[in-house]
């Protein structure tokens, strides 16, 4: 696995600030006079505490910008997706409705038709023909 060119700066930033904590227990539990040293590790602590989290924060948002892309580009396809399907029914319900109504219609001429001829011959029929 390729380690980032930041990996070897942070494990040093961890190994300083743990030295400082070190330093700092050492001193507070041997006496009370503050020295350079002991204000020096409580700085690299201060430091450390302040400005660690927000490093750890964007390294762990720089990982994560890939999945966060990825989840919202799965989201939109499944909103399109949705919207696809939403479109697709609509257009086969107005397709079936269209060929019902168009056998309905075809059925009513054909009755019509039908009840047009019976009841012409009806009317048209001679004596002869009775």
């Known amino acids: 696995m390729k380690r980032s060119p930041w990996f070897l700066a942070t494990i040093a930033a961890f190994a300083l600030v743990m030295v400082a904590v070190t330093i700092l227990r050492t ?53 399109r997706l949705r919207d696809a399907e939403r479109r697709q029914r609509r257009a086969r319900t107005y397709v079936e409705r269209f060929e019902r109504e168009r056998v309905r219609q075809r059925d009513r001429k054909a009755r019509d038709r039908a009840t047009y001829l019976g009841s012409h011959e009806y009317t048209t029929a001679t004596k002869e023909d009775v």
């Open 27 to 79: 001193l507070q539990a041997g006496n009370d006079d503050g020295s350079r040293v002991e204000e020096f590790a409580i700085g690299i602590v201060m430091l450390a505490t302040t400005c660690g989290g927000a490093v750890l924060a964007e390294s762990i948002m720089s990982r994560r910008t890939p999945s966060v892309h990825l989840t919202k580009e799965r989201r939109n396809l499944r909103r």
